[in-house]
């Protein structure tokens, strides 16, 4: 072939971070050889023959540009789930599996069947991570994208779980026949700003812009999902919304104007107040 095309002289020889150009790597062996990502190791002398080379060769290029590898590699994993992703979706976040632990834990507080509406659910990722961990949830999932919620069922199906999630069309409740009520309320809605500088770094500048801002102040989502819950909550139940890093003051009032009680700040990882949840007061 002319060059050295070994393990080990590609990773040498790229200018991606090493652990990016491994994750690459360790796809292109699974897919044409169906070796293990140990084999960047165990076996670094081995040459790529001219398909893994080239798809080698487009995917540095492509991250090189900044495409995110989530959907260089059409997954990406996600509380004891993979998921399928692509442009159409918004990339599932660690911060946001916060969200499936508070549902996980509302749900086993309750007796039998529980009902819970994902609202704007993008790949599926909440929605999906709930029903997978909690047999005894019922889920449906909103969003107004005919792409995103094609992809969610393609992971819905993928993961045996089709036939627990109902996915419906439309933008947030507009999606739910009116009298439809819920357990639990779930939504990882956009909250950017417009104007953010965010929004023209990382991997934020290949993903679905409707998926990352509201386009005005980054709460008109937030305000709207929180102030129409309440004709969708069962009496004493909860819903739970992430947030940006220093929106946790406006949401708790946001929540405090819909007249919800119990009020929680939840922090993520890094400490940051990232989420937040209310309760509807009992009938």
């Known amino acids: 072939m002319g060059t050295n095309t070994s393990l080990r002289s590609l990773l040498n020889g790229t200018t991606l ?7 690459l790597l360790a796809f ?3 897919k044409h050889y169906q070796l293990p990502r140990s084999t960047l190791l165990s076996r670094d002398e081995m040459q790529l023959n001219s398909d893994a080379l080239t798809q080698w060769q487009a995917l540095e290029t492509k991250r090189l540009a900044g495409e995110p590898i989530a959907y260089l590699l059409g997954k990406k994993g996600f509380h004891e789930i993979e998921l399928y992703v692509a442009p159409g979706v918004l990339i599932p976040r660690p911060e946001t599996e916060i969200l499936v632990e508070i549902a996980l834990r509302e749900i086993e507080k309750l007796k039998g069947k529980v009902r819970v509406l994902d609202l704007g659910t993008g790949s599926g990722a909440i929605a999906l991570a709930v029903a997978h961990s909690a047999p005894q949830a019922l ?13 969610a069922k393609i992971n819905a199906k993928q993961l045996g779980l ?6 419906l ?18 939504s990882n809605p956009p909250y950017i700003a417009a104007g953010d500088t965010h929004l023209d770094e990382g991997d934020l ?5 409707s998926a990352l801002t509201d386009g005005t102040s980054g709460l008109s989502c937030l305000e709207l999902i929180i102030s129409q819950a309440e004709a969708h909550l069962k009496p004493n139940s909860l819903i739970v919304v992430e947030h940006g890093f220093d929106q946790s003051g406006a ?15 939840h922090q993520d990882l890094a400490g940051h107040c990232r989420a937040a949840s209310g309760r509807k007061p009992r009938a």
């Open 169 to 186: 069309e439309g933008n947030w409740y507009d999606a739910l026949d009116m009298t439809a009520q819920f357990d639990l309320i779930i």
């Open 251 to 265: 949401v708790v009032n946001l929540m405090k104007n819909a007249k919800f009680q119990a009020i929680q700040v």
């Open 205 to 209: 500048r290949f993903e679905p812009a």
């Open 28 to 30: 292109i062996l699974e």
């Open 17 to 23: 971070p090493q652990n990016e150009a491994k994750i």
């Open 139 to 151: 889920v449906t999932a909103t969003d107004q994208s005919p792409e995103a919620l094609t992809i």
């Open 162 to 167: 089709a036939d627990r999630v109902q996915f």
